[in-house]
Each structure stands twice: as C-alpha cells, then as structure tokens.
C-alpha cells in the first residue's frame, strides 16, 4: 500500500518534499556551529594582541629581574636567567603558526643571542673594564640588527628594515640606561628608565601584531586593533 502510494506522487510534488525536509534538517544546526566552522583555527585581534604585548612584557620584566639580582649578587640571578632564556623560547613560538617553525627557532636563536649579549655588557660594566664593556656593547647592537633584518625580511610590507633597526636600537638603549643607572644606584632615574622601557616595548608588541595581522588577514577575526 505504501509503495502503491508512493508512486501516485507525482515527480514535482516529491521535489518540494525533499526539498522541505532538507531546509527542515538544515535548521535544526545550531547557528553557533556554522559560525565556529567559519572561523575554525582563526584568533581575535585582541586576544592575539594581548597575547603579544604578555610575551614581550615578560621579556623587559625578567631582564629587569635579572639585572637587579646581578646586581646584588643574589643566587636568584641563575634561575631568573633561565626564566628569561624561556621567554624567548615562547616569542619564537608565537610566531609559528606565520612564519613555520624553522623561522621560530631562527628567532628564538637571535633572541637567546639577544640576553646574552645583554649578560655580557653587564658582566663587563660591573668589572669596570672598558675594553670589555666596548666589545660587549659593539656585538649586543649588532645583534640587534640581525633581528631588526630578520623580522624585516620576514613581513617587509609591514615591518620596513629602517623602522625595525630603530625599534631595537631605542629597545636597547633603553635597557642599557636601565642598568647603567641600576649598578651606579642612581635609583630614580632607574625606576624611571623601567617605564620607558615599559612603554616602549608595548609599542613594539603592537606593531609586531599589527604586521602579522595585516600580513595574514585570513587567521583573524575581528577588527584590526
């Protein structure tokens, strides 16, 4: 009886029929999904950039740690080294999922050069020698410029070569004055240096999350920032 019926059903009425079921079915998907497909493996602008600016306000307020327990003498300067060291693990992991792993790990690798350097000086400021205290200074800066060129490289458009040598000249003299003051104990221009270096270090963050979202605008969701 019922095949009988079936087939009594003319050819267009049994299209309308599918056709309301089919839009029946569709609406029983929860518009949350559709949405969440829409945006699978994409970050908000936001969280992307405060993400960004956690990273590189981790890397001013361990370095600062370090040169205030170097300072002292504190034991707590090795373990606070390697915190520091961690931290520039984690800026090349962040920009992995953009630029590959292999670009991560060359960036942790100038990075690592980056705090090392920076140990140095300090090792040879302290010490008083000169010559020790110029060669430092001399390979801390160049190994600025290699960042400044590999991040330059990297996103061009965003990030010109001129701009990112001045971002991390300012970066370290900056740090420099922080813990020249520091050892001399010139405490108010110290604490005053940190903020700088606080202040402008946000701003690197910002334009160094703004470069990647304008380079790679398809993993994002929401406005630019």
């Not at 705090?115 to 020790?132: E, P, R, T």
């Not at 060669?135 to 991040?151: E, H, K, R, S």
């Not at 520091?182 to 946000?202: C, E, F, P, Q, R």
Request: overall charge neutral; aromatic content about 8%; proline content about 4%.
């Amino acid at each position: 009886m019922l095949n009988q019926t079936i087939r009594k059903v003319s050819r267009p009425v049994a299209l309308v029929i599918l056709i309301a079921i089919t839009i029946a079915a569709f609406s029983l998907v929860p518009t949350s999904a559709v949405r969440a497909d829409a945006t699978a493996g994409k970050v908000s602008t936001s969280d992307f950039r405060s993400a960004m600016r956690k990273l590189w306000e981790d890397h001013i307020t361990w370095t600062r740690l370090y040169i205030v327990n170097f300072a002292a003498g504190l034991p707590e300067a090795d373990p606070t080294s390697q915190r520091l060291l961690q931290n520039q693990v984690d800026l090349g992991n962040a920009i992995k999922p953009y630029y590959g792993n292999a670009a991560g790990d060359q960036l942790t690798s100038l990075l690592k050069q980056h705090i090392l350097g920076a140990v140095a000086v300090l090792k040879a400021a302290k010490s008083g020698d000169k010559a020790k205290l110029a060669t430092a200074t001399t390979d801390w800066y160049a190994n600025g410029n290699d960042i400044a060129a590999f991040l330059s490289k990297a996103n061009p458009s965003n990030w010109p070569l001129d701009q990112m040598k001045s971002q991390m000249k300012m970066h370290l003299d900056l740090t420099l004055a922080e813990a020249t003051d520091h050892l001399n104990g010139n405490w108010g221009a110290d604490i005053s240096d940190y903020d700088k270096v606080h202040t402008h270090i946000l701003g690197l963050a910002d334009a160094l999350s703004s470069g990647i979202e304008n380079q790679f605008p398809d993993k994002f969701t929401g406005p630019k920032m």
